[in-house]
């Protein structure tokens, strides 16, 4: 049994000649490995682009909305001042009125 065993694990331990197209297999594996390897870097710039392209549309966005925001609020504080100053005009008109009435 032992002697079986032994036999066996000479066996297995012998040279062999390589099977056929071994060499090309192994050079098309690299190949692909190779290949897969250029693709997953070319994935990795795109992901890359693409999120960097979104942080520059998103900042573009939030910069224009709160441009817009601000020009609104302008427009508003100028339209107020106009309205105090209007009211101004007309509260002096009535105290000067209402003075000559007391006069």
Do not use: C
């Not at 692909?32 to 960097?52: C, E, H, K, T």
């Not at 601000?70 to 309205?83: I, S, V």
Request: a positive charge; aromatic letters at 8%.
């Amino acid at each position: 049994m032992m002697d079986d065993f032994e036999k066996q694990i000479q066996q297995a331990l012998q040279r062999k000649a390589p099977s056929p197209f071994f060499e090309a297999r192994v050079l098309a594996a690299a190949r692909r490995d190779a290949q897969a390897r250029r693709a997953r870097w070319r994935m990795w710039w795109a992901g890359a682009v693409a999120a960097s392209l979104l942080v520059v549309t998103g900042s573009a966005w939030q910069y224009q909305k709160i441009e817009h925001e601000r020009m609104a609020g302008e427009q508003a504080k100028a339209r107020l001042e106009l309205a105090l100053k209007i009211t101004s005009v007309k509260l002096q008109k009535i105290s000067h009125k209402v003075d000559q009435i007391e006069n």
